[in-house]
């Protein structure tokens, strides 16, 4: 079982950027899919962006599109979320995950959770 840690989480002003890193351990990387979600006070965890095994492929909630890059280096084991133009409503902690299977959009889809890093973005 893969374990995930997150970091880089911090407070920007609107227009900032961030970048998020999740650190695996524990099992072979490569062989999971990774995605990233958040999770608002008072809201439900929603999916963000999502990288196949390889980095081949990837994913985007709409309202991070053209924003957002997800990458992978899989040497490294690591997964990265870059956020650039940041807004107010990115506020949020912001989840790494992980799963053996291609996964949809939702959180049960993924086996392997970190704990969060959180992201505020000032007005």
């Known amino acids: 079982q893969v374990q995930l840690v997150e970091s880089g989480g911090g407070l920007v002003q609107a227009g900032g950027s961030l970048r998020l890193s999740c650190a695996a351990s524990?099992?072979?990387?490569?062989?999971?899919?990774m995605g990233w979600f958040r999770q608002a006070p008072g809201k439900e965890r929603e999916f963000v962006a999502a990288?196949?095994?390889?980095?081949?492929?990837?994913s985007y909630t709409d309202s991070v599109k053209g924003r957002f890059t997800i990458s992978r280096h899989n040497a490294l084991n690591t997964v990265y979320l870059q956020m650039n133009n940041l807004k107010p409503e990115d506020t949020a902690v912001y989840y790494c995950?992980?799963?053996?299977?291609?996964?949809?959009?939702?959180?049960?889809?993924?086996?392997?959770w970190g704990q969060g890093t959180q992201v505020t973005v000032s007005s």
């Open positions: 990288i196949s095994w390889i980095g081949s492929s990837t």
């Open positions: 995950a992980a799963t053996t299977r291609p996964p949809g959009p939702r959180p049960y889809d993924y086996t392997n």
């Open positions: 524990g099992g072979t990387f490569s062989r999971y899919y």
